[in-house]
């Protein structure tokens, strides 16, 4: 989908910094909670904490992105590039000028559906020949308009192929069980935060001895 003509938002914002790396301090503006969800910066903490230095030189996506504030985090933690999906065309705004600021030509953002742009972006992240991190963070299924959105989300995951997958990580809600296996990949570690929680997969070792 072409990107929107920038237009200046009207919806109100709130600024979060990056918590580490190379742009440490620098402000991010996240939408408002009634059209999208921030990922919390206690969560983004641990979530870089479990990483660290293994982002090093690696892809990053972020599919369903609103600021793009974990991205940024990732990039600034020395992912090698990252690309950022977002459908709501206000919010993508946002998206796009806080990349450009803060990371710009280090980051593709994409306004569309995620579930319609996921695999052309995995096709990219294959051609490279790299492994990359993914980050999946759907809209609460709470929602209206969102009672299917963690079995789409899992219909994504399920596309993913060892060889360019090093690590998918799953912010969902709580109340929500993730299966143990999904495709190819397999669960090593959850982490809750209240009415968040962070499910780690990783891919299963082959069964070829």
């Known amino acids: 989908m072409p990107a929107p003509r920038r237009r200046k938002s009207r919806m109100k914002t709130y600024a979060a910094p990056i918590i580490a790396g ?29 990483l660290q230095f293994d982002l090093m030189g690696k892809p990053f996506v972020e599919v369903f992105a609103g600021s793009g504030s ?11 590039r990252a690309w950022c999906m977002e459908k709501n065309r206000e919010v ?51 929602r209206e308009g969102m009672e299917e959105i963690y079995e789409q989300t899992l219909g994504l995951l399920e596309q993913i192929r060892p060889e360019s ?20 990949l397999e669960l090593v570690k959850k982490r809750r935060f209240g009415k968040s929680t962070l499910s780690y997969y990783r891919p299963a070792p082959s069964d070829e001895s």
């Open 70 to 80: 974990v991205a940024l985090e990732a990039v600034s933690r020395g992912a090698s």
């Open 92 to 142: 993508y705004e946002i998206l796009r000028a806080n990349v450009e600021r803060i990371a710009h030509g280090r980051i593709e953002t994409i306004w569309g559906d995620s579930f319609e742009e996921f695999p052309r972006v995995y096709r990219e992240v294959e051609s490279a020949g790299e492994k990359a991190y993914f980050y999946f963070d759907p809209p609460f299924s709470i």
């Open 22 to 50: 190379e742009f440490k301090g620098k402000a991010v503006e996240i939408p408002s909670v009634a059209t999208t969800r921030s990922s919390k910066a206690i969560l983004r903490e641990s979530l870089f904490n479990t």
């Open 165 to 184: 997958c090093e690590m998918a990580i799953v912010e969902h809600m709580t109340a929500v069980d993730l299966p143990e296996k999904i495709g190819a």
